[in-house]
């Protein structure tokens, strides 16, 4: 457990919650397909059972009886600003999928590579996607929990060292769909407002729930799962805490109002998060989420943003049409 404390171990019996390794088909992989990869060092709330779901998800799961399947689409764009290159992500524009994940830094203390896991969950959950998405009947089958459980099983047969926090999310038809475990997160905004937004997972303060391979880490079935139904011109963001730890919510309200009144593409809107959430890092008289914590922690107050590797994805839910 890195960030200290102690928590479940992982193990094979616990993937969310008892089903085991399967046998995995993510051994070999497959030439790229319109996915991509990359982790920052290169270049560039409340457990939930596999079918629960969460409170936001019940609530709008129930779709009018008259919605016909809605032809909609993914477009995705990422910014990572690497700071100590433990962030990773992966995007699959045909098949829907986009993830991160945030190699948790108190492996750097370990003399471990603390970017090692975290990107072979996103390479592993890349491959794995690339190989469904050859059949459009796996396609459709696909769940976000299907690859986190796939893409640790992978690492952790592997043994990589190290720890992670991740989200993976997915569109499926018109219904928005995630899996995540610690504070890697996301928010759904719908005409500039958010409608639904992750919650971080955390032992306790700077300790979130994270995916190991030394079994010291969190179970998968700690992980939180959802869906909701998703609309044309609703927009997604996915970040690592280093976004949220910076970004509150009506920054991040502002930015994307902002970025979709001027028409401005994914990779602008993206680009716009993580300079706004930086500008926040460095700045250490900042109101920030990350000093909000703090203060509650300390009992004082605290001022300032968190200095962190930052990776965004913003995905912008449009009719395929478009
Ligand atoms: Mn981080």
């Known amino acids: 457990m890195y960030g200290g404390g102690s928590g479940g171990a992982a193990n094979a019996n616990s993937l969310f919650g008892g089903g085991g390794f399967m046998p995995s088909q993510s051994n070999t992989i497959p030439e790229s397909s319109g996915g991509s990869l990359s982790n920052s060092k290169g270049n560039e709330s409340a457990p939930s059972s596999r079918a629960g779901g969460d409170d936001a998800g019940r609530r709008h799961r129930a779709e009018p009886p008259d919605a016909r399947p809605r032809s909609l689409r993914m477009d995705w764009a990422a910014c990572d600003l690497p700071l100590h290159g433990e962030d990773a992500r992966f995007g699959h524009a045909e098949a829907g999928f986009v993830g991160v994940a945030d190699g948790v830094g108190g492996c750097r203390d370990d003399a471990v590579d603390a970017n090692a896991f975290s990107r072979e969950l996103m390479a592993s959950a890349l491959a794995y996607v690339e190989q469904a998405a050859k059949s459009s009947k796996l396609r459709r089958r696909l769940r976000p929990e299907d690859v986190l459980e ?3 099983e992978k690492a952790f047969i592997n043994g990589t060292p190290g720890a992670s926090t991740a989200v993976i999310m997915s569109l499926d038809g018109a219904t928005l769909r995630w899996a995540y475990i610690g504070d890697s997160g996301f928010a759904v905004l719908r005409d500039g407002k958010i409608v639904h937004r ?5 032992h306790y303060f700077t300790c979130p729930y994270q995916l190991s391979s030394d079994g010291d880490g969190d179970s998968l079935s700690k992980a939180k799962v959802g869906d909701m139904p998703v609309e044309d011109g609703d927009v997604v963001v996915l ?3 280093g976004l949220f730890d910076n970004m509150g919510d009506e920054k991040l309200e502002h930015a994307v109002s ?3 009144e001027l028409g401005l593409s994914p990779k602008n809107m993206a680009d716009t998060a993580a300079r706004i959430a930086y500008n926040v890092s460095m700045d250490e008289w900042a109101d920030s989420p990350f000093s909000r914590e703090c203060s509650k922690e300390h009992g004082e107050l605290v001022c300032g943003g968190k200095k962190d590797d930052m ?3 913003v995905a912008c839910i449009v009719s395929k049409d478009s």
Do not use: P
């Open 258 to 260: 902002m970025g979709t």
């Open 239 to 241: 970040g690592t805490d």
């Open 150 to 152: 796939r893409a640790y």
């Open 198 to 202: 992750s919650m971080q997972q955390q």
């Open 311 to 313: 990776t965004v994805i």
